[in-house]
């Protein structure tokens, strides 16, 4: 699917004011900024702006303050400085969002000029969506940009709020984000091999569901294929279960077989007498768990069988790990999914989510990756087939 949005691309940005909603929530300890990854993926569009002389406002949430005023732990100084030391611009800093302070400092930029405010969850209106705020962001810039993917699926004032009262278009992430991840739908590469994974059935349903009609194989593992080894009438053990979700599981299976899709469940499991990095640990076929033991990761024969589908595979998308890789003892078949995507150096492999990203990384294996997604949420929102309000609210492409 094309993107059917304006971008950055199709306006005039020379001398405007040119206010942009990042996603700049990033890890901050002790006034020190960790993973810089956010920060980096935000850059394309800045450095455009800036190579075309625009004056650039940006805005960010960061962390969870409690919205009645500033928390020095929130504050997006230090993200300021980290964005000044990794682009090299001429970046400064308001400690204001809403206020004259703030409206003085957009007054004051020069074209070339980035200046970030204060965050915006600073003032508990963000959240609720309100107008007010809403029209103060606005009066800050001559046309809006979202380039926030990460909270795009949030309708919160400085997400949605300004394209009601200026141009609205996207940034250059949001744009890629966008197309790569719906481009799963359109015209993938075949064959699609969809690997789901991760605790829960009822977090990932809608995302399943929608893979069968795109792909030619899903593979489900980690937690959530217990629901499905429940449903078949398999013994779990103590493994984790929603019996809730059972019927739902079978009708995924049953819309697999109606769409000729292949749809591949663990065989053997690497299960534990509890849930620890020293616990006992033992193999255990599927449906075959005894009470007292619990799965916690796939076993090496369905590690085989998952990464032969993946070997032969053109297009991967990869949401949820395969078992509980935060701990050493369970992260075998995470790693082992991880490696055979990075192995398929002809395949487009496609990674969402905050824990496989993170599991991904964990490995050393991100730059084998094709696209690896910002968005963990709005990633799955876009994945289900859900408009993202961010994106909804920015101008149609002509
Ligand atoms: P993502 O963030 O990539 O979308 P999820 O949040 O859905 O992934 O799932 C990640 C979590 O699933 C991890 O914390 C992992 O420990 C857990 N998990 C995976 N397999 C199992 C399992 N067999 N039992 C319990 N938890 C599991
Ligand atoms: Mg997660």
Request: hydrophobic share 45%; proline share 4%; charged share 25%.
């Amino acid at each position: 699917m094309a993107f059917t949005k304006k971008t950055i691309r199709d306006i005039d940005v020379d001398g405007k004011r040119v206010l942009v909603r990042v996603d700049f929530n990033v890890p901050v300890a002790d006034g020190v900024v960790g993973d810089t990854t956010r920060i980096q993926a935000a850059l394309p569009t800045i450095s455009y702006l800036v190579e075309h002389k625009a004056r650039v406002i940006l805005m960010s949430h960061l962390g969870r303050p409690k919205g009645d005023g500033p928390e020095a732990a929130f504050s997006l100084a230090p993200v300021a400085e980290k964005l000044a030391e990794l682009s090299g611009l001429d970046v400064h800093f308001v400690d204001d969002t809403y206020g004259e302070r703030a409206a003085a400092a957009v007054a004051e930029l020069a074209p070339g000029q980035v200046l970030v405010l204060e965050n915006v969850r600073f003032d508990k209106r963000e959240k609720k969506n309100d107008p007010e705020i809403a029209r103060t962001l606005a009066s800050y810039g001559d046309v809006f940009v979202l380039d926030a993917f990460g909270t795009a699926h949030r309708a919160q004032g400085s997400v949605v709020g300004p394209a009601e009262f200026i141009p609205a278009v996207a940034g250059l992430l949001l744009e890629k984000e966008v197309s790569t991840l719906s481009g799963l739908f359109s015209n993938p590469k075949r064959p699609f091999v969809a690997i789901l994974g991760g605790s829960k059935v009822s977090d990932k349903i809608g995302v399943i569901n929608r893979l069968l009609d795109s792909a030619d194989t899903v593979i489900v593992g980690g937690g959530m294929a217990y629901t499905f080894a429940k449903a078949q009438g398999g013994q779990i053990g103590d493994s984790l279960c929603e019996d809730d979700w059972c019927d739902r599981a079978l009708e995924m299976l049953a819309k697999a077989e109606k769409n000729g899709v292949q749809f591949l469940l663990p065989i053997d499991n690497v299960v534990a007498d509890a849930f620890a990095e020293d616990a006992n640990t033992k193999l255990a076929k599927t449906g075959e768990i005894e009470s007292g033991w619990e799965g916690l990761d796939i076993g090496p024969e369905t590690e085989q069988l998952f990464a032969k589908a993946v070997a032969d595979a053109k297009t991967v998308f990869w949401n949820g790990p395969c078992g509980v890789f935060e701990m050493d003892a369970f992260a075998h078949g995470t790693k082992a999914i991880a490696e055979a995507i990075a192995a398929n150096e002809s395949c487009d492999s496609v990674i969402g989510g905050g824990d496989s990203v993170a599991a991904v990384n964990k490995f050393g294996l991100a730059d084998k990756m094709t696209f690896i997604s910002t968005g963990g949420g709005a990633s799955m929102q876009l994945v289900e087939g859900k408009p993202l309000p961010g994106v909804e609210a920015l101008n149609d492409a002509e």
